[in-house]
């Protein structure tokens, strides 16, 4: 029998990784089932990459929405599966998978810790963070000399700070940290920038009183410094000129940026971001743990948000098999049961 | 068909034939070959960014500006960086040759 469960630890039924689409629906296909779900994500909103690289898109190929946003598309699955009240687990990355006797066991960069018979993969191209530049040894000074986000304009006062990227982030920080900071460095590749046209012109005014200076066209190269403390920045114009900047601080703003993680060493098979299953039921290797939406594999795959909802379908009534091995499935269409509504 | 020749970061290269009217991503994706393409086409990441050979590269289509905005979000640019989920492959394009950038 199970062994003593650690205090703090959650339980529930299915665990599933992945706040995107196909992870929200698939709460709904277990809640149908009445199958109790966590979901963790590493982005601290709903929606994976629906919200993090297009949420003003249209998507014209979801059956019976002729037309809405990617964020609209996240709005109407939240209310979808409101009533099965699925526990969120938000801004942190599930980092082990281990089994526990008859469960698995996640683990989160929170350290929160999840005990679910079934685990449901729906972790899309992987967990999205901060885009990165690859800069050998960034990561010795990220946090406290390398920022991907400003918490606090007065930590740079006096500084020596420069900013990468040509969107809104970049120029909007420049902006606004002109009259906080000691110098100001503005990075782009390209005289153009993403950003609304009175906040370039405004980046421009400042550039031109000397209190932002603009280093075009120029990229990051790299970044010197004791492994502590930041000494300056290399930028490269895209022919490869060196250019030398003093700098206390670097401020990246690149967007964001998927990495698949820990999911590659969790004996899942995983090739190129893709791990694969039985597409009948999104079975993995391991037993109980399902791969549903883009991150799951099998030939012909067509990775479509409408293909990770039949997905999210089949691996609910597969987990149903793992969590109630004892009870027969009775199965009822949404019209005839309606949508039952179990407190968590 | 036409061959498309993709230099891996590793220095290897693969001469790949190519159904005219595919991107050179889905030539990419259906070969294995390793890159994200994170958004499958749709224009929304610059995680198929390769760079294609100089003497190839003005035989392209410019990138529109809306490659543009995402190529700023690439890193180690080149004068010739695209993102190849906007290059169609044609009989034109037969010999191109284009080197993948690291995944991560």
């Known amino acids: 029998m199970s062994t003593q469960i650690p205090s703090g630890t959650e339980v529930t039924d299915v665990a599933i990784i992945g706040a995107g689409p196909v992870g929200l629906f698939a709460v709904f296909e277990c809640g149908m089932l009445q199958l109790r779900c966590h979901v963790i994500d590493a982005l601290p909103a709903l929606g994976g990459q629906c919200v993090a690289l297009y949420p003003e898109k249209p998507i014209y190929d979801i059956p019976a929405a002729p037309e809405l946003t990617a964020s609209e598309l996240i709005a109407r699955l939240q209310q979808q599966i409101a009533p099965f009240q699925p526990r969120f687990h938000l801004d942190q990355q599930v980092t082990e998978l281990q089994r526990r006797d008859d469960t698995w066991e996640l683990t989160t960069s929170r350290g929160t810790r999840i005990r679910a018979r079934a685990v449901m993969i729906a972790a899309g191209v992987g967990a999205f963070g901060p885009n990165r530049p690859p800069l050998p040894g960034i990561e010795q000074y990220e946090g406290h000399c390398v920022h991907y986000l400003v918490a606090e304009r007065e930590r740079f006062r006096g500084q020596r700070l420069v900013i990468a990227g040509g969107g809104d982030s970049a120029v909007d920080w420049a902006i606004a940290l002109a009259d906080v900071a000691a110098e100001i460095h503005v990075i782009h590749r390209r005289e153009q920038f993403r950003a609304a046209p009175e906040t370039s012109a405004r980046l421009h005014e400042l550039a031109a009183t000397g209190k932002i200076q603009l280093v075009i066209p120029y990229q990051l190269a790299g970044l010197e410094g004791d492994g502590e403390r930041l000494a300056a920045v290399v930028v490269k114009t895209l022919k490869g000129e060196a250019r030398r900047i003093p700098a206390d601080h670097l401020l990246a703003f690149f967007g964001l940026a998927s990495k698949l993680g820990p999911i590659n060493d969790w004996g899942l098979g995983a090739h190129n971001g893709v791990i694969p299953v039985d597409p009948s039921t999104g079975a993995t290797s391991m037993p109980g743990v399902f791969a549903i939406g883009d991150i799951a594999g099998y030939p012909r795959k067509l990775k479509l948000i409408l293909t990770g909802f039949a997905e999210a379908a089949h691996a609910a009534h597969a987990a149903h098999a793992v969590v109630h091995p004892d009870r027969a499935l009775h199965f009822e269409h949404s019209t005839t049961a309606g949508v039952p509504i179990r407190a968590s | ?104």
């Open chain 2, 1 to 104: 068909m036409p061959v498309i020749h993709f230099v891996t970061t590793s220095g290897e290269t693969l001469a790949l034939a190519a159904e005219n009217g595919r991107s050179i991503m889905e030539v990419a994706k259906a070969n294995d070959l390793p890159m994200l393409a994170a958004c499958g086409g749709a224009l929304a990441c610059a995680t198929c960014h390769v760079i294609v050979d100089e003497d190839w590269y003005d035989r392209l289509d410019p990138p529109s500006e809306d490659e543009e905005d995402l190529l700023d979000t690439a890193h180690g640019l080149t004068p010739t960086s695209r993102l190849c989920c906007q290059i169609r492959v044609s009989d034109a394009l037969d010999g191109i040759r284009v080197t993948l950038t690291p995944m991560d």
